[in-house]
């Protein structure tokens, strides 16, 4: 076992001039120090370039054609030198502990091909959220390893990339991100690697996410209608094609047709508020027929309820869950 592994850490950007001199300074605070940083920029036309030219002695910096995020980051694997990758977007941060953090539990569990940590979600003039209460999801206080990281993924919708590490060797034998996905492409990617072997996660709040607008709960404020179903469909895409060419075991294929029901019930939640009754209800059937927890179940009952009354007390009691894409 190596006791102290090399990181690489991708940040792909693309004109984010405003932002990626935070996200290169969180990595070069690091207390781990054992790390390369790549900055693939992915055609910037601001001033990208010359806001990271001070920084060109302590990061890999390299332009390529504008080719999409999944373009980039697979640039970044091709460069990647290190034993563990991790990828950072150049609008969000790393606390200084987070390459500690991981390497505190691949030392304590060699046997883990990914980790991943607990982040905060950072909106304007709000308070923060914590991204593990987000997902419902819970770890013990010295960190886990599981054999069954799936769930983790699919389950508790820990597909961001920006709290994970993978080990290279994994990478090496799962694949890159697919260049033909333009949403979800980290789901995508995270789906194939908790195929591998066992994962640990560690409570400790070493991320960052920013993000520029509020947070989106389930009373239809946020996205708009078109961006909605374009995104739930493309992850209904991602999710069935996984399902399909993987022999999955009873609780991994269960993860997966829950995502999916929460994906159609999210469809369900927007064509309710928009009115067109015929799309509302075929997505309603498709949300249970996949997901028949008693806590999905409640969900339908209540925006099936007459008149505006159903979305008015599942607002009221969504404001526990607030979604928060990454």
């Known amino acids: 076992m190596v006791c102290n592994p090399k990181f690489s850490v991708i ?10 001199q935070r996200a290169v300074e969180s990595l070069l605070a690091q207390t781990y120090a054992n790390l390369e940083i790549l900055v693939i920029d992915d055609g910037s036309t601001d001033a990208t370039a010359q806001v990271l030219q001070p920084y060109r002695d302590r990061i890999r910096y390299f332009y390529q054609k504008n080719g999409g995020v999944c373009a980039a980051r697979n640039a970044g694997l091709r460069l990647a030198t290190g034993a563990w990758v991790g990828f950072l977007d ?19 569990n060699p046997e883990i091909i990914a980790h991943i940590v607990n982040a905060s979600i950072e909106f304007p003039g709000r308070a923060a959220l914590d991204y593990f209460k987000t997902r419902h999801f819970r770890v013990k206080p010295n960190g886990m390893a599981t054999k ?30 697919d260049e033909t996905l333009s ?17 640990g996660a560690s409570p400790e709040v070493a991320a960052k ?13 946020g996205r708009a209608f078109g961006k909605v179903r374009e995104d739930e469909e493309q992850m209904l895409k991602v999710l069935e094609r996984f399902r399909t060419t993987h022999n999955l075991n009873g609780s991994c294929r269960r993860a997966i047709n829950r995502r999916m029901g929460e994906c159609y019930f999210r469809l369900a939640l927007h064509y309710r508020e928009q009115r ?34 159903g979305l008015r007390l599942y607002r009221r009691w969504s404001g526990m869950e607030p979604i928060c894409r990454n």
């Open 276 to 309: 067109p009754r015929r799309e509302f209800r075929i997505s309603l059937r498709q949300s249970l027929a996949h997901n028949v927890t008693l806590r999905h179940i409640f969900k339908c009952l209540l925006i099936s309820l007459p008149a505006n009354n």
């Open 209 to 221: 996410f920013v993000r520029r607008e509020e947070p989106e709960h389930l009373s239809l404020t």
């Open 11 to 20: 940040v792909p950007t693309f004109n984010r001039a405003d932002a990626v």
């Open 183 to 199: 949403l979800h492409e980290d789901l995508d990617f995270l789906l194939r690697v908790a195929t591998i072997g066992p994962w």
């Open 90 to 108: 150049s609008d969000d941060e790393w606390t200084p502990r987070k390459l500690t953090a991981h390497v505190e539990a691949i030392r304590s």
């Open 148 to 177: 069954a990281a799936l769930p983790w993924v699919a389950g508790h919708g820990l597909w961001s990339l920006i709290p994970c590490v993978v080990s290279r060797e994994t990478v090496q034998k799962v694949g890159w991100f």
